[in-house]
Nanobody, 114 residues
Framework: VQLQASGGGLVQAGGSLRISCRTS????????MDWHRQTPGHERELVGT???????DYQDSVKGRFSISRDYARNTIYLQMNSLQPEDTGVYYC?????????WGQGTLVTVSS
């Protein structure tokens, strides 16, 4: 299993950014995938989750602003982030529990300037 996150960058407050996580070795029709983030001075936290059949749920602080989707043909999940705020700055990781093991992508840095 490999998870490869990409698409991070610098964006101004109020802006949008979409990050991606390409998977390999995972059955995307069954695997629940998560996005986590680690913001400065905080523990890593769950941002949101998407099930194999595409149902998504989110942490309260990002509800209405962030959206997770998946493209089965591309073996990729996306995190669309809108109305970004400086407190959203951090390293974003994709993650899954699969076949009894925990897998993390390498993280992609999102920086939101005020």
């Amino acid at each position: 299993v490999q998870l490869q996150a990409s698409g991070g960058g610098l964006v101004q407050a109020g802006g949008s950014l979409r990050i991606s996580c390409r998977t390999s070795g995972v059955n995307n029709r069954t695997a629940t995938m998560d996005w986590h983030r680690q913001t400065p001075g905080h523990e890593r936290e769950l941002v949101g989750t998407i099930t194999g059949d595409g149902r998504a749920d989110y942490q309260d602080s990002v509800k209405g602003r962030f959206s997770i989707s998946r493209d089965y043909a591309r073996n990729t999940i996306y995190l669309q982030m809108n109305s970004l705020q400086p407190e959203d700055t951090g390293v974003y990781y994709c993650h899954t529990f699969y076949r009894g093991n925990e897998w993390w992508g390498q993280g992609t840095l999102v920086t939101v300037s005020s």
